[in-house]
């Protein structure tokens, strides 16, 4: 059975802290990984990830991804009390339009 | 302006009673799905399809069923639901698998 675990489930911060979110996988044929940004509503793209070892970065979020040990990670530096949100990690199974999500973690940054 | 948008966004309605969820796309996006949200189990993909015509199952589709007939719409439709169909639905579109995906404002649906 395809699966993505995220760690930890909920996380609190204090304002300008760096925080690191977990996200592992198993799945029959990887294709690709997604991060998104859950709000108060529809999930909002973050970033896609096919390769090991290549970093993405949009501001302040970074993530990398690493095939060999079946895993992801995102980075937020200099977090902002807008960085609060639900962030979700999802595999795409290759040969199919099939997203496998984690359960998410709920990022709290207090100010 | 490019959006995947769903009607209703908000219904309350009881068991048994037929009821179709709208998702429309005016990005001329091939991909579509239609997943779940719920407490402790994130979201997960009901149906999707890859064209006009050509549909299938995701995780969870028991209970459900969708059509494709047009590019930009793929509905949901819930031919007698239950109350463990209560959840938040998000329909989502994409142009091909190495884009990104974009969700609909999602359908909190609650069924007594």
């Known amino acids: 059975e395809d699966k993505v675990v995220q760690s930890p489930l909920s996380l609190v911060v204090h304002e300008g802290d760096t925080v690191t979110l977990n996200c592992s996988y198993e799945?029959?044929?990887?294709?690709?990984l997604l991060w998104y940004k859950q709000e108060k509503k529809a999930p909002t793209f973050l970033f896609m990830l096919?390769?090991?070892?290549i970093e993405k970065k949009s501001g302040r979020l970074s993530s990398i991804l690493d095939k060999k040990e079946l895993f992801s990670i995102l980075n937020i530096t200099a977090t902002q009390t807008g960085d609060s949100a639900v962030y979700l990690c999802?595999?795409?199974?290759?040969?199919?339009?099939?997203?496998?999500f984690g359960q998410g973690t709920r990022l709290t940054i207090n100010p | 302006e490019a959006q995947v948008t769903q009607n209703p966004r908000y219904l309350i309605t009881v068991t048994g009673k037929k009821l179709t969820v709208t998702c429309s796309q005016n990005?001329?996006?091939?991909?579509m799905s239609w997943y779940r949200q719920d407490p402790g189990l994130g979201l997960r993909q009901i149906y999707y399809?890859?064209?006009?015509?050509?549909?299938d199952k995701g995780d969870v589709p028991e209970g459900y069923k969708v059509s494709r007939k047009e590019k930009r719409n793929f509905p949901l439709i819930l031919e007698s639901p239950s109350p463990n169909q209560t959840s938040l639905y998000f329909c989502?579109?994409?142009?091909?698998?190495?884009?990104?995906?974009?969700f609909g404002p999602g359908t909190r649906l609650t069924v007594l």
């Open positions: 989502a579109s994409r142009l091909n698998s190495y884009n990104e995906q974009f």
């Open positions: 799945v029959t044929n990887f294709r690709s």
């Open positions: 096919t390769s090991s070892g």
């Open positions: 999802a595999v795409e199974i290759q040969g199919a339009q099939k997203l496998v």
């Open positions: 990005m001329n996006h091939e991909y």
């Open positions: 399809s890859m064209n006009v015509e050509v549909t």
